[in-house]
Nanobody, 116 residues
Framework: QVQLVESGGGLVQAGGSLRLSCAASGTLFRVNSMAWFRQAPGKQRDLVAAITGSGSTNYADSLKGRFTISKDNAKNTVFLQMNNLKPEDRAVYYC??????????WGQGTQVSVSS
């Protein structure tokens, strides 16, 4: 089992920044990738960014240049730095962990709100 706990969400003005954190615990040796997804009200959950065990990253095309995913292996923590936030970035942001045997784990989510 893998447990994921997100933090860092909140309310920010448009143009501002937030840094989300996802602390992972449990049986981590099978985890080979971590990711952030987001879900806006009434919409599906979409990939924001992902990072592999080797540090390779990929991003949703629309978010490249504003969002950055990174990780601290020593602390088993993944981060999402979000800059120049826009009202359309408002969503619940979820941390995701994927394993070599195709099991997926989710955090409880953290709310990000952006005022115009």
């Amino acid at each position: 089992q893998v447990q994921l706990v997100e933090s860092g969400g909140g309310l920010v003005q448009a143009g501002g920044s937030l840094r989300l954190s996802c602390a992972a615990s449990g049986t981590l040796f099978r985890v080979n990738s971590m990711a952030w997804f987001r879900q806006a009200p009434g919409k599906q959950r979409d990939l924001v960014a992902a990072i592999t065990g080797s540090g390779s990253t990929n991003y949703a095309d629309s978010l490249k240049g504003r969002f950055t995913i990174s990780k601290d292996n020593a602390k088993n923590t993944v981060f999402l730095q979000m800059n120049n936030l826009k009202p359309e970035d408002r969503a619940v942001y979820y941390c995701n962990a994927g394993t070599f045997n195709a099991i997926t784990y989710w955090g409880q989510g953290t709310q990000v709100s952006v005022s115009s």
